[in-house]
C-alpha cells in the first residue's frame, strides 16, 4: 500500500462519511486474520499501519517471564532472552517481535480492497436506514421493480422496499413499471441492509393522502379525527375544523369533488365517505353512517352503545353490503350501534313497554298477596287475644266463687 491507497480513503472519508481511522481499524483487525489464516500462526499478533504512508507492519507479542518459568515459547520469552534484546525488559513486560512476510504487501493490499468495499456497503446501509427510520408513516412514490411470491419489490431510489402480501389491496393488479404511492410502515435493521416495508392497505395511506390534497388538512385548519378502513372497498373519514368560518366536508371535497376524487383514483376506485366529527355522541354517530339518513339516535354512554333509528326503505343501505357501513362506522366512532327500522323500533318499544307492564302487576300482585298475609295474622291476634280475656274471666269468676263458700 501507497500514497495513493491513503488519498483513496480521504477522497471516501470526504463522499462517503466513513472516517479514515474506522477503515484502518477494520483494516488492521482484517489483517490479523489474513495473517493467521495465510501463515497459520500460534502467536499473539497485531498489526499496525502507517496513517501517513499506509506502510503495514506485523508483530508477534511475547510476555517475559522468568527462565524457568515458560509454558508456551509462542506466547512467553525467557528473562534473559529479552534482555539480550533489550536489558531494560523485566519480568511482566511485553515483548513485539517485527514478524512482517516478505509478500504481505499482496495480501494487505486484497484484504484492504475486500474492507473498503465491505466498509463502504456498510456505511451506505447505515445511511439509508438513518434516512427511512424518520420516515416511518409517511408517503412515498415508488415504482414497480418485481414481484416474486406475492411480494411487490417498489424501487425508491437509493433503495428497495418490499410490499408483502398483507399490506396489498385486494384485486389490485401490480405491474412492473407502475408508480405507486405507498405508506411507509416500517423499517427494520437486518444483516443484508435495511428493509423497508410499505403498504397500500393501511389506514395512515389515506390519512397522508387527504394531507396532500387537502391544504386545510396539511396546514391543520382541518383535522382528521378518525379513519375505518376495508382497503379495496370503502373507507369512512372522519374530520372536524378548528375555524367555524372553514368547512370541514366541503374542504375534503373540494370544487365539484376534484379533491376527492383524486384519492379515489389513487386507490383505485375505493369508496370513500366523509362525515363530520362531533362532540355530540348521538349526533356523530348520525353522521358516521352516511350516506342513509338517520331518524333518532338512542345512545347509552355508559356502555358505549347506541341505538339507531332509520327509516324502512333505507334499513339496507344503513347496514350495507354484509354489514359493512354499520361495521365502519362502528369502528370510526368506537361505539357499538345496533340499527334498527321505525317499524321494527315501535314494535321493540311496545315489547318493552309490555314487559314493564307485565313487570309493575307482578309487583302489585306480590304486594296485594303481602298485604292480605298481614291482615290474617291480624285477624287470628286478636281472636286469640278475645279467648285469652274469656279465659281470664272464668277464673276470677272461679276465685270470687270460692271466696262466697
Given at each position: 500500500m501507497n500514497v495513493d491507497f491513503i488519498n483513496a480513503l480521504e477522497e471516501i472519508e470526504r463522499e462517503k462519511g466513513i472516517s479514515k481511522d474506522i477503515i484502518f481499524d477494520a483494516l488492521e483487525s482484517?489483517?490479523?486474520s489474513s495473517y493467521k489464516k495465510n501463515f497459520g500462526s500460534s502467536q499473539n499478533v497485531i498489526v499496525e499501519m502507517d496513517r501517513e504512508t499506509g506502510e503495514v507492519e506485523v508483530f508477534a507479542t511475547k510476555d517475559v517471564v522468568d527462565d524457568d518459568a515458560i509454558e508456551d515459547?509462542?506466547?512467553q520469552m525467557?528473562?534473559?532472552?529479552?534482555?539480550?534484546?533489550n536489558p531494560n525488559y523485566e519480568v511482566g513486560d511485553v515483548v513485539k517481535l517485527e514478524i512482517t512476510p516478505k509478500n504481505f504487501g499482496r495480501i494487505a493490499a486484497q484484504t484492504a480492497k475486500q474492507v473498503v468495499i465491505q466498509r463502504i456497503k456498510d456505511a451506505e446501509r447505515d445511511v439509508i436506514f438513518d434516512e427511512f427510520i424518520n420516515r416511518e408513516n409517511e408517503i412515498i412514490t415508488g415504482q414497480i421493480q418485481r414481484i416474486a411470491k406475492n411480494n411487490v419489490y417498489i424501487d425508491l431510489g437509493k433503495t428497495e422496499g418490499i410490499l408483502p402480501p398483507s399490506e396489498q389491496i385486494s384485486g389490485e393488479d401490480y405491474n412492473q413499471g407502475d408508480r405507486k404511492k405507498l405508506l411507509i410502515l416500517e423499517v427494520k435493521k437486518t444483516t443484508k441492509g435495511p428493509q423497508i416495508v410499505l403498504s397500500r392497505a393501511n389506514t395512515g395511506?389515506?390519512?397522508r393522502l387527504f394531507e396532500l390534497e387537502v391544504p386545510e388538512i396539511a396546514e391543520g385548519i382541518v383535522e382528521i379525527y378518525s379513519v375505518s378502513r376495508e382497503a379495496g372497498s370503502r373507507t369512512k373519514i372522519a374530520v372536524f375544523s378548528k375555524n367555524p368560518d372553514v368547512d370541514a366536508l366541503g374542504s375534503c371535497v373540494g370544487f365539484k369533488g376534484a379533491r376527492v376524487k383524486a384519492i379515489v383514483d389513487e386507490l383505485n376506485g375505493e369508496k370513500i365517505d366523509i362525515a363530520i366529527w362531533s362532540k355530540e355522541p348521538a349526533e356523530f354517530i348520525a353522521n358516521s353512517l352516511s350516506p342513509s339518513k338517520v331518524v333518532k339516535v338512542v345512545p347509552n354512554e355508559k356502555e358505549k352503545s347506541a341505538i339507531v333509528v332509520v327509516p324502512d326503505y333505507q334499513l339496507s343501505l344503513a347496514i350495507g353490503k354484509e354489514g359493512q357501513n354499520a361495521r365502519l362506522a362502528a369502528k370510526l366512532t368506537n361505539w357499538k350501534i345496533d340499527i334498527?327500522?321505525?317499524t321494527q323500533y315501535k314494535e321493540f318499544i311496545e315489547k318493552q313497554s309490555l314487559?314493564?307492564?307485565?313487570t309493575a302487576e307482578k309487583v302489585e300482585v306480590e304486594v296485594e298477596s303481602l298485604n292480605d298475609g298481614n291482615m290474617n295474622h291480624s285477624e287470628q291476634g286478636s281472636d286469640e287475644n278475645a279467648d285469652e280475656g274469656l279465659d281470664s274471666i272464668s277464673s276470677e269468676?272461679?276465685?270470687e266463687i270460692s271466696d262466697e263458700k
Open positions: 482484517a489483517l490479523i515459547e509462542f506466547l525467557p528473562l534473559m532472552e529479552a534482555k539480550e534484546l395511506l389515506v390519512k334498527k327500522s321505525e314487559k314493564e307492564e307485565a269468676a272461679s276465685d
